[in-house]
């Protein structure tokens, strides 16, 4: 589908498209990367294996054993698992060719006894059967992916398959027939990761205000919204025109082109997607980006209007190289225009957190000896999306972190910061055995908590007016500008 130059183009729209290069940013060795690395390969597989199916027959089994692995890293990955399993399905459902089935089977087979495979690497024999988790692999998934291999053997025995009324009914029966029994044996399945296995009030405490988690398009239209909307939906526009010029290629007797198939059913679940949450940009980036890049392939072959050269002969045509460019350029010059016009470029931004600057200070034996505290490592209070960073660069402990299995953490941290009652927050960093709070100067969450009504215990500090159990600690240099620090006197019995 792509040759080198389209390859090439690929590689550097992939690596430089803003919504993709976020997720494998050097400072971001999260799970985002490895769960898209898991898509990509699927995905490339889909398009080997639907070029030539004799050729690649057993790619689908790696594209299973990839999704799986996918799955093993974030159930969120069973976006891929569906992707993949409904474009084969159909493919066979609209052709009625073997191969297609084929391998629709090796993806579901091989995909299935990977995933069981890695859960008994996951999780002790003794929750093989039992553990029962729908946020991290457990039997739930590995169930799923089994009744979904079953299913589709049953597709593979079942008669009059030459008939495509009859393969959609057993496609659909086995489709029926998996979720009848996910239902019967795990209910909350339905209710997705988060509404299964998360506290309801970390969604309004939290995770509403995550931007990844923001919807692409918010209801208060501003200029941010404009540019992320430029930024991740403008790609698609050379989604269509590409596949718009595939049609336009399709021989008569090609009953469906698997391409359009593939990234028009890829792009039909992850545009709508990405626009309710930002963070799925990147699949719908990774999907347009090979269009994309078959777009300009088709521009730097375009032998049309104007040309310029010898008088008799082929010659080039002067618009191809300002058409290439274009192509590449367009919606990031929109972007870019909106940006520079945003009269949010002018307001002041949030003051970052220079914790590698204060990590060598909280970690000497002279801070220790300073500041009187009496055990090692400490317990330190701070804003949670800091937690990791601390845990990263010193030896201490935190109260919380921005991870929705830290329920408790979470909620005293909001707690403490919100707190009208200064004995409530005492009493809860007593409970943690809190000996600092360390709070970052002009942070986003400080502005925050700020917006929270009444005398609360964020607002005393930065008003210098907080209670006297905490003990202001002086910091070498600049760094009383960048962070407040406070010792924690225990209470008294």
Request: hydrophobic residues 50%; aromatic residues 10%; contains cysteine.
């Amino acid at each position: 589908m792509l040759d080198l130059r389209g390859q090439a183009m690929f590689l550097i729209l992939f690596a430089f498209q803003p919504i993709t290069r976020a997720s494998f940013l050097a400072a971001r060795p999260d799970h985002h990367s490895l769960v898209l690395l898991s898509f990509c390969i699927v995905l490339a597989t889909l398009l080997r294996f639907s070029a030539s199916p004799q050729l690649h027959k057993s790619t689908l089994k790696w594209a299973g054993i990839a999704a799986a692995f996918g799955i093993w890293v974030s159930v969120e990955a069973l976006t891929t698992e569906l992707i993949a399993l409904t474009v084969l399905g159909l493919a066979w459902i609209l052709s009625g060719e073997k191969h297609w089935l084929d391998g629709l089977k090796r993806f579901a087979i091989w995909g299935a006894l990977a995933l069981a495979l890695m859960m008994a690497v996951e999780r002790p024999p003794a929750e093989w059967l039992t553990a029962e988790e729908y946020d991290r692999l457990s039997s739930v998934q590995v169930v799923l992916l089994a009744l979904i291999a079953l299913g589709i053997q049953f597709m593979d025995h079942a008669r009059a398959r030459h008939l495509l009324r009859a393969r959609l009914g057993f496609a659909m029966a086995a489709g029926l027939g998996a979720g009848i029994v996910m239902l019967a044996l795990f209910p909350d399945f339905f209710k997705g990761p988060f509404g299964a296995a998360m506290d309801p009030r970390l969604m309004v405490l939290w995770l509403d205000r995550v931007k990844e988690l923001q919807p692409l398009i918010t209801a208060d239209w501003n200029w941010d919204s404009a540019i992320n909307a430029t930024l991740v939906l403008g790609p698609v526009v050379w989604l269509v025109v590409w596949i718009v010029l595939r049609l336009k290629d399709r021989r008569p007797s090609q009953s469906f082109d698997p391409s359009i198939l593939i990234l028009g059913l890829s792009s039909a679940l992850f545009l709508p997607l990405s626009v309710m949450q930002l963070r799925w940009g990147s699949y719908l980036g990774i999907t347009t980006a090979i269009a994309w890049a078959g777009v300009f392939q088709r521009v730097l072959d375009w032998q049309g209007g104007p040309k310029m050269g010898p008088k008799f002969g082929q010659g080039t045509p002067i618009l191809r190289v300002p058409a290439a460019f274009g192509i590449i350029t367009a919606h990031l010059a929109v972007a870019f225009t909106l940006y520079a016009l945003s009269p949010d470029i002018a307001k002041a931004k949030t003051q970052a957190c220079k914790w590698h600057d204060l990590a060598p200070i909280i970690t000497s034996e002279t801070f220790a000896r300073s500041t009187g505290a009496g055990k090692w490592p400490l317990v330190i209070f701070t804003h949670i999306h800091q937690g990791p960073e601390i845990l990263f660069r010193t030896p201490h402990r935190v109260v919380g972190s921005p991870y929705h299995r830290n329920t408790d953490g979470i909620l005293d941290s909001f707690t403490i910061l919100t707190a009208t009652d200064s004995a409530q927050a005492r009493s809860i960093l007593a409970r943690r055995n809190v000996d600092f709070v360390i709070l970052c100067v002009d942070s986003e969450e400080e502005h925050y908590f700020l917006s929270f009504k009444g005398d609360t215990l964020m607002r005393k500090i930065v008003t210098a007016t907080q209670p006297n159990w905490l003990k202001k600690i002086m910091l070498p240099g600049e760094l009383n500008k960048n962070f407040r620090v406070f010792s924690v006197e225990p209470a008294h019995p």
